[in-house]
């Protein structure tokens, strides 16, 4: 083998130095998945706000599982099927959507980052797609209309012990504009959020020494938060109290079926109901003339070694049959997991943790960045299935392998 000293004009096309760049999207744009976005979320946030997001119930049995499930799924290629476009948009609660999921309702939201809600509907706006507001939103729902009149708002409904209170908020909803109501009803009483407690956390965050070191090295989360509008709850008063006491005084263990047939009877929109995963429950559901479920377990955050819903899916839509709208949540950190369940049966996905990791690493930036890499990520998918849109997404592009990581119903 001969050799030269090297040359400079040969190697010129391959150095291509660039001056680093420094603004917002440039970082953004090096994250390549979710679990990138995680990671610099991490970094930026402190540790209180980034664990109430990243964790969940207990031992966090339901989330490792639900997240085992997705990883459990094989999906099937299909050769030479032409697929050069796919067509990622579907129909869901009477409207359309340009991409087969959704922001789900989160509650602090400006908390994990200044931006909060304005930059979740935005950013949900900007892509075509819905965006729900929590009761336990840091915006108001006139609020979060202001911000983005186009975007197709849902509002999530926890029943108040006071029904006028609840009456109040959905008059409120649907002169604001949102054409969908969630109701949660997987929380009758806060999960135990083991993280939250040892973190001592409160909101608002109170100012210890921990506090106050954790500052200096997460800055720009204290320049925003001590320099924007104090964080403040849409529809209920400031407290100070921890979490759990403060859902537990607000939320209603009694609740029945009666007061999801009432909430029925006074909201005139689709209404889904959020936290269905069994038979019993969607029967239930459903009889109260409920257009749509969603099969969640609110992201392992509620019953610890409550059923997985991707696992779950199968029964529900058994029990609810094919007219009813099914939207599924919990563990979704993919494009390829959202391909997973629809391929499954569900019509519809929400996005709680991935959409929070995007705005923690980077406000309404982050949330672009999130939702164009698990759109790419869905298409890529489709693309090697051999599957141009939504439509032709079920359960024979499905391995042999997932079907034996279901459990026997
Ligand atoms: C930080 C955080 C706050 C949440 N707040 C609410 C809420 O106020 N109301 C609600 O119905 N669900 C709430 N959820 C549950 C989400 O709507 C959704 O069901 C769940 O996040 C889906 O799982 P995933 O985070 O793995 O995507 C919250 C979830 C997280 C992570």
Redesign the pocket.
Known sequence: MQRHLPNLRELRPLLRVQAPRLDRRSRLAKAVDVADLRRMARRRTPRAAFD???GAAQRELT?AR?RAAFDAVELLPRILHGTATVDLSTTIAGGRSALPFGI??????RF?QAEGEDAGVGAAAAAGIPF?L????TRSLEQVAAVAPDARRWF?L?LWKDRQKSLDLLERAQAAGFDTL?V?V??PVAGQRLRDTRNGMVIPPRLSLATIADASYRPAWWFNFLTTEPLAFASLSGSSQDLPSLINSMFDPTLSLDDLAWIRSVWPGRLFV??ILTREDTRRALGTGADGL?V??????QLDRAPVSLEALPAVREEAGDDVEIIL?????SGADIVAALCAGADFT???????YGLMAGGRDGVDRVIELLAREIEVTMQLMGAASIADLGPHLLGSRSKDAAPAR
């Not at 969640?296 to 955050?301: A, E, P, V």
């Open positions: 109430y997001v990243d989330l639900s789900a309702p989160t509650g602090f939201t994990m729900s929590s009761t336990m939103g999530q926890y969630l949660t997987d929380t959020k936290g969603v969640s377990n609110h992201g392992g955050r949540d919990s563990g979704i950190l929400l996005i709680g943790r991935a959409y929070l």
